[in-house]
């Protein structure tokens, strides 16, 4: 069994990549794996947006990251510098900043990319998604 | 022309690869940026930079016209860091009809070779 650790840099429905991240992640736990971390960074950080409401006959990306993190217990990490940026923001960042809303919410995590650093040297592998 | 170095390139902990300009998109601010806390976590650090990201490197540069706060501050960080191993791509710096002389920091240039046995040699490597 491998530890695997996934960085998705590409926006949820303009590229391709962030779908594929979510397959492989489905494939490395159908195949007795351990999916350890998810790390969401440049684009990659709207894939975590709890306002997401794709058409209902598309895969929801945002609910197939929740739902690896419920079955398998998979972190979802978002960038917070990156994040706070393009607008995803939890609810404390939100207050912070006076934002109308927050966008963002568990089991998403705002996190520093000492975490990304962290998840590097702790898992096995680590795959980049890039559009 | 360019001297290429003959020496083979040692290994770091993490390879960040850059291969973005500084204006027109964020992604060499965000290679940067992970570079930067990497070093801070202890870890030996070394940056490619590759086709237009050589032009990260240019001297000269400032805060534009096209609204950006640039990546030469973040460069200016990187001796801080302890990050001091900068290779280029000396194809690409031919490529833009640059030398080395054009260049804020001291690199080293490789060949393409060479480049393919860096990303093969270093245990971590992440691109932008």
């Not at chain 1, 990659?44 to 217990?73: F, I, K, T, Y």
């Not at chain 2, 030398?99 to 804020?104: F, G, H, I, P, V």
Request: with cysteine.
């Amino acid at each position: 069994m491998l530890n695997y650790a996934l960085l998705l840099y590409a926006a949820p429905y303009s590229h391709q990549a962030a779908l594929s991240a979510l397959r492989f992640a489905d494939t490395v736990v159908a195949n007795g794996h351990r999916m350890k971390t998810v790390f969401f960074y440049h684009d990659g950080v709207h894939n975590a947006s709890a306002l997401m409401a794709p058409p209902q006959d598309e895969v929801h990306l945002a609910d197939g990251w929740r739902r690896l993190h419920h079955e398998h217990g998979t972190e979802l990490l978002v960038c917070v510098a990156a994040g706070l940026r393009r607008g995803l923001l939890d609810v404390s960042e939100a207050n912070r900043h006076g934002a109308v809303s927050h966008s963002l919410e568990a089991p998403f995590a705002l996190t520093g990319v000492g975490q990304l650093i962290d998840a590097m040297l702790t898992s096995d592998r680590m795959i980049t998604f890039a559009p | 022309m360019t001297d290429v170095s003959i020496s083979r390139p040692v290994p770091q902990d993490l390879l960040v690869v850059l291969r973005h300009p500084p204006h027109g998109t964020h992604w060499l601010r965000e290679g940067l940026d992970v570079a930067l806390v990497a070093a801070a976590f202890g870890q030996r650090v070394g940056l490619l930079f590759q086709g237009d990201g050589i032009y990260a490197l240019l001297k000269g540069q400032q805060a534009g016209a096209l609204g950006q706060k640039g990546t030469h501050s973040q460069l200016a960080m990187l001796e801080m860091y302890d990050i001091e191993t900068l290779w280029v791509s000396a194809r690409g710096l031919n490529e833009r009809g640059l030398s080395t002389d054009d260049l804020m920091l001291p690199v080293v240039p490789l060949e393409a070779s060479a480049v393919t046995e860096l990303l093969q040699r270093h245990p971590h490597t992440l691109i932008f």
